[in-house]
């Protein structure tokens, strides 16, 4: 066996109504004045004033944030890390989708420390500590709750990463109730995504190990077996909490064998269309596989049970091309586009998209088949319109 490394969160909190509870969590972590970081739309729904109130009445101070944006940019993580000092918090609490909660990664490091933000990008750049970091997320989704990573806009159309243990939260707090009113687009979106962390994880070419096959495997069961009942009966509380606990089981397989050439071609959607993360991977999911099958077929057809059922047969390469076909009725069952073209993506930027691609390398070198300029072209070109 090779060697390998797991890390993970200390704690998991997993409960119905936990989000009600964060004060003795925070008490544990010595933390008396809490910044909340959320985005406007959980707020107008009223789904962060209970958590808050909750808080005040175990006697904790609370300083809220929340103006995060989707796929935030790095003034955000400013702005936010700014009023903290100004109001001299102590631990950092996320309540809300990745976003909100990659914010409040960066922010709980950088009120820590004296470090700038821009040395903190990359693998392992952290220098400091940070404060206590408790994480909710609200969306199932992408495991943000349990990875290093946080992924910061930097610029009009480029994201780049934090990454490092220290990002880690202390507690990471799964309460279905919060995600009960996630949209069906959403649900749809995010939940593909995290079956995506599932499937790279599951190939990722250096560090899958099997731990982490074991935790992809198990996500991959339960979002597959929930998503269509999440996104089509939203109140169905088993296929919320199943949706939740498969997300954070797919972020710590990930977090520990990193995914690859399907988030990398997915990257260039969100920089240049502001299409939303899962969505993007949703759509270069199956021309990415295709691509990739030369190579991880055998690891494709262990998965296929899990998506297509126990009956599948034949060889590796039939398992494969069942398990696309079982993704490709996945994403229509859910509603979400097929094709790069129903999603208002220029044919006469797919060269651009594939030179954007090109420059996600560190998540490239994960990928089981090696990726070449003209490689993402032709998958960008294959996810364009459905074969007729
Ligand atoms: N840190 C990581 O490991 C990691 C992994 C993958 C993606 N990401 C990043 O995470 C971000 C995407 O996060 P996301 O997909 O969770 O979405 P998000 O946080 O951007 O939220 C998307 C939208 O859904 C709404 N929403 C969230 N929860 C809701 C709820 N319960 N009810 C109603 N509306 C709700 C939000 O208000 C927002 O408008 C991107 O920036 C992506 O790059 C991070
Ligand atoms: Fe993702």
Known sequence: MQPFVFNTVRQVVCAPGAALNLGQQCATL??????????????????????????????????????????????????????????????????????????????????????????????????RGRLPLILVPTTAGTGSEVTPVAVITTGATTKAGVSSAVLLPDVAVLDADLTLGLPPAVTAMTGVDAMVHAIEAYTSRHKKNPVSDNLARQALALLNDNIRTAVHEGSNQAARANMLLGAMLAGQAFANAPVAAVHALAYPLGGHYHIPHGLSNSLVLPSVLEFNAPEAASLYAELAPIVVGADVSGSDESKTAALVDALRQLIDDVQLPATLEQAAVKESDLEMLAEDAMLQQRLLVNNPREVAYEDALAIYRAAYREAS
């Open 30 to 127: 010595g933390a008396s004045h809490l910044l909340v970081v959320t985005d406007p739309g959980l707020m107008a729904i009223g789904l962060v004033q209970p958590v808050i109130e909750s808080l005040a009445a175990a006697g904790f101070e609370v300083t809220l944030f929340d103006q995060v944006r989707e796929d935030p940019p790095e003034e955000t993580v400013l702005t936010a890390a700014a009023l903290s000092r100004k109001a001299g918090v102590d631990g950092v609490i996320a309540v809300g989708g990745g976003s909100s909660m990659d914010v409040a990664k960066v922010v709980s490091a950088l009120v820590a420390g004296d470090q700038a933000l821009s040395e903190m990008y990359g693998v392992d750049q952290v220098t």
